[in-house]
């Protein structure tokens, strides 16, 4: 089959493009046929070897997976040829203590699709059945390889780690990215007003047209004070953050008493300083996030379905197109997501 490899990490790394061998399924596993893969920021940390876990090459890499089943491990039931399906990334055991009340983005013995083991810019994945999620009907290859990681992120962090009240002020930082634009949707759909960011004015009406009822410039080295003007000086209640560093203590300027931050990545920076008396005194919550949970996915999922989100889909690249990919994703400039299809 054709796929494509990373060879040595770097910014960017060496991406190749050729045949290897067919996967074949273990007794466990499901090979997918894939049909589009989505790409994220995990996928250049992989790239540029940023990530606090051993990384060894070549390996394929894509953790935003929908596809075809096409052939059947062993021991698996409940699956048929040929049925339409999303893949789950964080690979779980299934029998750990957090796997057993459904909290698989707790899994003691977690695996990145993608990272750890063989990823979706190929042709065909092998992949654990249990990670396996049937596709509605109506969302089709594309959609599900745009909302599997990202949007299911959003839910996991809107739904799960953190909640939102109808009326609620929520602040979606990056309304671009893939976790930014479906944060904004979601929000949206659980009756929050939404504030988003945008250091560009074609990023601004791009989140506007999501459904952002105000967004303000970051490039304005001010931005947290326009937050609080358009809130009355009270703050939002709710941070949806993916960034990190410099832009985490901004948001704790943007938050009203009792609000809480919900946080699921560090793109610019892992280590922040916290300013410990208005975090105690406000009660204010800085809430970690980590991937997702298998409801999560079906969540995002179904909501796709019934027309409640829609990723904003940036560009189709082929498979040979993955580094370009790569490239757009990394000079910033995608908006909403980038799909391979191979
Ligand atoms: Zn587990």
Same mark, same amino acid.
């Given at each position: 089959? /054709?796929?494509?490899?990373? $060879?040595?990490?770097? %910014? ?28 994220? #920021?995990?996928?250049?940390? *992989? ?17 935003? $997976?929908?596809? =075809? ?10 699956? #048929?040829?040929?049925? @339409? ?12 203590? *957090? ?24 042709? #065909?994945?092998?992949? &654990? ?35 939102? @009240? ?41 989140? %506007? ?16 004070? =326009? ?6 000086? @009270? ?35 892992? =280590?922040?300083?916290? /300013? ?8 204010? /919550? ?7 949970? @298998? ?13 409640? $989100? ?17 490239? %757009?994703? #990394? ?5 909403? /997501?980038?799909?391979? =299809? &191979?």
């Amino acid at each position: 089959m /054709k796929a494509v490899q990373l $060879i040595a990490h770097g %910014a960017p790394g060496q991406l190749q493009y050729g045949d290897v061998p067919d996967p074949v399924p273990g007794p466990d596993e499901a090979v997918v046929r894939v049909r589009a893969c989505g790409l994220n #920021r995990l996928d250049l940390w *992989f790239e540029e070897g940023n990530l606090p876990i051993p990384l060894p090459l070549p390996r394929i890499p894509g953790c935003e $997976i929908s596809g =075809e089943i096409l052939a059947l491990g062993k021991n698996v039931a409940n699956w #048929r040829e040929g049925e @339409r399906v999303a893949v789950q990334s964080n690979l779980f055991c299934g029998h750990c203590e *957090f796997c057993a009340r459904g909290e698989e983005s707790l899994c003691l013995n977690g695996e990145l699709l993608g990272i750890q083991r063989n990823g979706g810019f190929a042709e #065909r994945v092998a992949v &654990p059945a249990s990670a396996l999620v049937r596709l509605p009907g109506k969302v089709d290859f594309a959609t599900a390889a745009a909302l599997t990681l990202a949007g299911s992120t959003a839910m996991h962090m809107l739904t799960c780690r953190a909640q939102v @009240r109808p009326g609620d002020w929520v602040l979606a930082i990056g309304g671009t990215s893939g976790v930014g634009s479906a944060a904004i949707q979601i929000a949206r759909q659980l009756g929050a007003r939404v504030i988003s960011t945008g250091s560009t004015e074609a990023k601004r009406r791009f989140a %506007a047209g999501l459904g952002a009822r105000h967004v303000v410039d970051t490039s304005q080295a001010d931005w947290p004070a =326009e937050v609080r003007k358009i809130t009355q000086k @009270r703050g939002v209640d709710l941070v949806v953050e993916h960034v990190g560093g410099e832009v985490l203590g901004q948001c704790f300027t943007c938050l009203a008493r009792g609000g809480t931050i919900v946080t699921c990545g560090a793109t610019s920076g892992r =280590e922040v300083p916290l /300013k410990l008396w208005p975090f105690f005194v406000k009660e204010q /919550k800085l809430v970690g996030s980590y991937g997702r949970n @298998r409801k999560d996915i079906i969540a995002i999922l179904d909501w796709a379905a019934e027309g409640k $989100i829609k990723p904003v889909i940036h560009k189709v690249y082929p498979l040979s197109g993955t580094g370009e990919a790569c490239a %757009a994703l #990394r000079q910033r400039a995608v908006m909403g /997501k980038a799909v391979i =299809e &191979p």
